[in-house]
Nanobody
Framework: QVQLVESGGGLVQPGGSLGLSCAASGGISSTYVMGWYRQAPGKQRDLVAQIDRTGSTAYADSVKGRFTISRDNAKNTVYLQMNVLEPEDTAVYYC???????????RGQGTQVTVSS
């Protein structure tokens, strides 16, 4: 059974940085695109960033230049480095995986990121 387990969320002040990681297990295909999504209270879930096995990436306009996604194929792990965080970045961040960009097949339980002074 495929599992995605996120870690690294927490509370950070505006302008600060935070890193998230997500470990995939359970036989997930190494060819899958992995990514991060987020959902703020009362809002829909939005795509934050995705990365494929070759390192090709896609980002939401709101995080370009501030967030960086990366992955370690050998460890089946994807990372999200978040810099210059803003209160608007506050949300539950979910790790996701699927057979292509914008195709979500598996999702983790989520980790809370709160940006507040």
């Amino acid at each position: 059974q495929v599992q995605l387990v996120e870690s690294g969320g927490g509370l950070v002040q505006p302008g600060g940085s935070l890193g998230l990681s997500c470990a995939a297990s359970g036989g997930i295909s190494s060819t899958y695109v992995m990514g991060w999504y987020r959902q703020a209270p009362g809002k829909q879930r939005d795509l934050v960033a995705q990365i494929d096995r070759t390192g090709s990436t896609a980002y939401a306009d709101s995080v370009k230049g501030r967030f960086t996604i990366s992955r370690d194929n050998a460890k089946n792990t994807v990372y999200l480095q978040m810099n210059v965080l803003e209160p608007e970045d506050t949300a539950v961040y979910y790790c996701g995986a699927g057979p292509g960009f914008n195709v979500l097949l598996y999702r983790g339980q989520g980790t809370q990121v709160t940006v507040s002074s």
